[in-house]
């Protein structure tokens, strides 16, 4: 089992930066496999990115490719994601999610889930 807590979300200027982070507690976080995901007032839940346990595998949705990187420190047990050149279409809440096995774009897939922090970028 894994806990995860979100944290680094806030208000920003479309064009401006955020860094999320998101820290484990429980055993053996170096082999889950880590995701980002957001979801918009009435809409599903989507994948952002997700990163595999040793980080040599990343996957991005099409629409943050190039603007967003995902990271991990299995040291800390954190997983990171860099949000740059932000749009008023990124605000969110964004939620980071694990599961034991390889990386699956479906938030369906994965087992455990963090609380969720606010993106909120303004135009």
């Known amino acids: 089992q894994v806990q995860l807590v979100e944290s680094g979300g806030g208000l920003v200027q479309a064009g401006g930066s955020l860094r999320l982070s998101c820290a484990a507690s429980?055993?053996?976080?170096?082999?889950?496999?880590m995701g980002w995901f957001r979801q918009a007032p009435g809409k599903e839940r989507e994948i952002v990115a997700v990163i595999s346990w040793s980080g040599g595998v990343t996957y991005y949705a099409y629409s943050v490719k190039g603007r967003f990187t995902i990271s991990r420190d299995n040291a800390e047990n954190t997983v990171y994601l860099q949000m740059n050149s932000l749009k008023p279409e990124d605000t969110a809440v964004y939620y980071c999610a694990a599961r034991t096995q390889g990386p699956r774009p479906s938030p369906y897939e994965y087992d455990y889930w963090g609380q969720g922090t606010q993106v909120t970028v303004s135009s």
């Open positions: 429980g055993r053996a976080f170096s082999s889950y496999t």
